[in-house]
């Protein structure tokens, strides 16, 4: 937590008064890729003004910087001393080496807003770097196609300045989630962890209706998961994890037959031999570190798990 001055508390006003009142803010838009591009136009158009950078531009960034007749700044450099905001809008692997480039030249209370997909822990030493600084720094995660969606994309946000990132690129049309009393790492982690749930399911339901389909009964399997539809996703998931630790010897036996339907099929698995070994490694935990209740929570199944996994 770093301690402000009573003269920057009253910068750090001015900034967030000037955000609700729409007053124009100095905007550095650093990486002109996709990303930086889908925002660049949106937030020039919407009254700001904008400082670009991008050490290789694209046609597609020249034209963009032409038709707003501004130059592209190559690396950084004195130039963003006037930024009230820098969005890194970058790959993941190059979010520090950026961050470490631009730092020094930025004003006190300036607003980094990192929309890199950068790991949790390279996010959090991102605000740790940043806070030393004195500059704020919020982790952006991108939960959508921004080739679809445009500036109208999802977005997460979490860190300090969180809420005047949220208004500055809503002025601009973008749809921006705060985290409340979130810090910064927890917005890519829940993008993350996001996709795990849509990929795993994605390659399951690759798998299932495949098979369905070639077996000619692909109608017949919505009736038959209608009751999973119509069951909230949270109890349905926390049922699984919950039933999971007690009924992994049995259905560890069901996934395995499973497979060698597939196979007899000529669809041979790959998503249910994952299953099965996620299985099988649970079954082995039971037998060296038994459940000490018969119907345990879900709270109590994670910490299981969590425990037998080495991971608590």
Known sequence: MISLHPIELFVLALYSLGIEKGLRMNIAIIGLGEV?????APLYEA?????LC?????????????????PIHERAGSWLSKADVVLSCVTGTTSLPVLAQVLPHLSKNALLADFTTASPEVKREGAARA?????????????????????????LASGSG???????????????????????????S??????????GMEALCVELLMSAEKQGVRSELYEQLSDIDQTPLRSFIE???RTHVIHARR???????????????????????????RFNDTVDALSRRPLDVAEPTVDQALNWLLASAGGQ
């Open 162 to 188: 969180a809420e005047q990132l949220k208004e500055l690129l809503e002025s601009a049309g973008a749809r921006v989630q705060v985290i409340a009393g979130g810090k910064a790492g927890d917005a890519i």
């Open 36 to 40: 930086g591009r889908c925002y660049a």
């Open 47 to 51: 009254g700001h003004t904008l400082g």
């Open 251 to 277: 259905r560890a036996h069901e996934v395995h037959d499973v497979q060698a339907e597939l196979a007899a099929q000529g669809l041979p698995s790959v998503v249910m031999r994952g299953v099965e070994q």
């Open 190 to 199: 829940l993008k993350i962890l996001r996709s795990v749930f849509t990929k």
């Open 239 to 241: 049922m699984l994890v």
């Open 131 to 155: 806070a030393e600084a004195g500059i704020r720094y919020v982790d952006t995660a991108i939960m959508g196609a921004i080739s679809l969606n445009l500036v109208r994309t999802p977005l």
């Open 54 to 70: 991008e050490a290789h531009p694209s046609a597609a960034a020249t034209a963009l910087a032409a038709s707003m007749e501004l």
